[in-house]
T-cell receptor
Framework: DAGVIQSPRHEVTEMGQEVTLRCKPISGHNSLFWYRQTMMRGLELLIY????????DSGMPEDRFSAKMPNASFSTLKIQPSEPRDSAVYFC???????????FGPGTRLLVL | AQKVTQAQTEISVVEKEDVTLDCVYETRDTTYYLFWYKQPPSGELVFLIR??????QNEISGRYSWNFQKSTSSFNFTITASQVVDSAVYFC???????????????FGQGTILTVHP
């Protein structure tokens, strides 16, 4: 079975540009999570969805970040405008109903110059 | 608030040694979940084990074993006869209700870097 799919795997962009990260969860999973990993802050939960509905976005850093889940098989995390401090690895994860194991995608390594 | 502490920042061992990674957690919830994930140099996060707060039975899986003790809020992970391929960052994580209706929020520890030398 396919795991969580993320694209792109690497993204290099210039400050001020819009960045869109994409995620396809494991089929049948109805919870989806976006995490950010940095050396300074470790792994942080940004937002998560249950049945395509955002449940908790308290981890989203600021208004420059937005996430959507238009259907059960696709989610996006958008940064507009991007800043150098947004450079990090962004992981998407999915699970069955909350409390179940979260399975992570390979991550998107973002570098904002 | 939920908190996970992995006091060992880095551990270095020689192949075939046993190594234990420590994890201490804090939560006010009576029902919660504990996880260990492995992040090898390639960067992906690999699920290793999940434990429910009401299941304190410890587990052995091949060279891996886990020791869950609610009395001390600890969920330690042991690798027996370590191998070079075990070199990775290991994360302990806590999934708790946090007073809400969902256990979806995972709180991760800072990770322990394990290096196994040949």
């Amino acid at each position: 079975d396919a795991g969580v799919i993320q694209s792109p795997r690497h993204e290099v962009t210039e400050m001020g540009q819009e960045v869109t990260l994409r995620c396809k969860p494991i089929s049948g999973h109805n919870s989806l999570f976006w995490y950010r990993q940095t050396m300074m802050r470790g792994l942080e939960l940004l937002i998560y969805f249950n049945n395509n509905v955002p449940i908790d976005d308290s981890g989203m850093p600021e208004d420059r970040f937005s996430a959507k889940m238009p259907n059960a098989s696709f989610s996006t995390l958008k940064i507009q405008p991007s800043e150098p401090r947004d450079s990090a690895v962004y992981f998407c994860a999915s699970s069955l109903p909350s409390g179940e194991t979260q399975y992570f995608g390979p991550g998107t390594r973002l570098l904002v110059l | 608030a939920q908190k996970v502490t992995q006091a060992q920042t880095e551990i270095s061992v020689v192949e075939k040694e046993d190594v234990t990674l420590d994890c201490v957690y804090e939560t006010r919830d009576t029902t919660y979940y504990l996880f260990w994930y492995k992040q090898p140099p390639s960067g992906e996060l690999v699920f290793l084990i999940r434990r429910n707060s009401f299941d304190e039975q410890n587990e052995i899986s091949g060279r891996y074993s886990w020791n869950f003790q609610k009395s001390t809020s600890s969920f330690n992970f042991t690798i027996t006869a370590s191998q070079v391929v075990d070199s990775a960052v290991y994360f302990c994580a806590l999934g708790a209700n946090a007073g809400g209706t969902s256990y979806g929020k995972l709180t991760f520890g800072q990770g322990t870097i394990l290096t196994v030398h040949p």
